[in-house]
């Protein structure tokens, strides 16, 4: 059984910065993909970052380029999300996904087969 489970949320100031996790497991990782995105109030789902479990490859979105970093831990059964200079609008619930073959548009929710509950991020100002 596939399970995904976030963890690290909560509250920091803005320039701040919070690490996530997500634990993995019931699947190979190195033949996977998994993506963290976030989902503030009232918006849609959004893909932040992915990481290649087969290549090592990793993916942006322009937005946090340069502040956050996606990696994968050395017993590859955790993927991170270390998030700076975060800022208030960055504020939503963070999920992780894991797909064997993830959608052309990495960014996209739909296509992902697996998700985690998520973890609440607050950015204040």
């Known amino acids: 059984e596939v399970q995904l489970v976030e963890s690290g949320g909560g509250l920091v100031q803005a320039g701040g910065s919070l690490t996530l996790s997500c634990a993995h497991s019931?699947?190979?990782?190195?033949?996977?993909?998994i993506a963290w995105f976030r989902q503030a109030p009232g918006k849609e789902r959004e893909g932040v970052s992915c990481i290649s479990g087969t290549s090592g490859y990793t993916y942006y979105t322009d937005s946090v380029k340069g502040r956050f970093t996606i990696s994968s831990g050395n017993a590859k059964s955790t993927v991170y999300l270390q998030m700076n200079s975060l800022k208030p609008e960055e504020t939503a619930v963070y999920y992780c996904?894991?797909?064997?073959?993830?959608?052309?548009?990495?960014?996209?929710?739909?296509?992902?087969?697996?998700w985690g509950q998520g973890t609440q991020v607050t950015v204040s100002s």
């Open positions: 996904a894991a797909a064997e073959i993830p959608p052309s548009d990495w960014a996209r929710p739909r296509g992902w087969d697996y």
């Open positions: 019931g699947f190979n990782f190195d033949g996977y993909n």
